[in-house]
């Protein structure tokens, strides 16, 4: 049996909670950007969204995004698509010239990569940096105690920081770290949030979050096994 995808109807119900969610937050003026999340979901659904209203999509990896979106973005001028997996600097070429916002900008040599790429490319993307706030030794991103430092060499580098990207431990309360991530956010000068997806994005919202990257609620579960 084929699941049936409504995807009218799932970005409605992500969009109400979304809305809900900002009302009850310390800003509710504050625009909160939903990144929806394709990563192994085909280019059928994408456009599902796309045709729905949904414009900003995010995908993990550079190699799959490549598969997928040039004919969509070509199709759909107005779509804007971010990076929110780890990026190899091999493979920083071709990330600048497909992606519109990096948000997983994580080390020293990969900054000083997309630095020099984006002007090349002459390609200033939006940049996040990624915040390790959970100091998980397998999880990239940079220590909360480095985040400082970092974003200033990014800035002397001239890449263009505008906020800080975080994934909490799955088995953490995610509170803490979207609230350890403002905190750095706004010692730093940086205005945008990217945290939360599907199990927290509510969560993230009264935190502070700007843009919250939601896979599962929008397109349904994923499946690793094809
Ligand atoms: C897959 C992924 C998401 C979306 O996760 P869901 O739980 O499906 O909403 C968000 N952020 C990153 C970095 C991801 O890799």
Not at 80 to 102: C, M, R, S, Y
């Amino acid at each position: 049996m084929t699941e049936v995808f409504d995807a009218a109807a799932n970005l409605a119900a992500v969009d109400a909670r979304i809305q809900s969610a900002r009302a009850g937050s310390a800003r509710p003026e504050r625009k909160v950007t939903l990144v929806a999340v394709s990563k192994t979901h085909g280019a059928d659904k994408v456009e599902a969204l796309l045709r729905a209203g949904q414009t900003v999509f995010g995908e993990n990896r550079v190699q799959e995004a490549q598969a997928k979106f040039p004919a969509l973005k070509t199709a759909w001028p107005q779509l804007e698509l971010h990076l929110i997996g780890p990026l190899q600097t091999n493979k920083v070429k071709e990330a600048v010239a497909l992606f519109d916002v990096i948000q997983s900008v994580d080390r020293p040599k990969l900054a000083r990569a997309l630095a020099e790429e984006m002007r090349k490319q002459n390609r200033i993307l939006p940049c996040f940096v990624q915040v390790n706030t959970g100091e998980e030794a397998q999880k990239a991103g940079i220590a909360p105690q480095d985040t400082d430092a970092f974003v200033a060499e990014c800035r002397t580098l001239g890449l263009n920081v505008v906020g800080l990207m975080c994934i909490p431990p799955a088995e953490d309360e995610p509170s803490p770290h979207f609230a350890l991530l403002a905190k750095i956010a706004a010692r730093n000068g940086l205005t945008q949030l990217s945290m939360g997806m599907s199990g927290d994005f509510e969560t993230a919202i009264r935190l502070g979050a700007t843009h919250v990257r939601v896979g599962t609620a929008l397109f349904g579960a994923r499946d690793y096994s094809g």
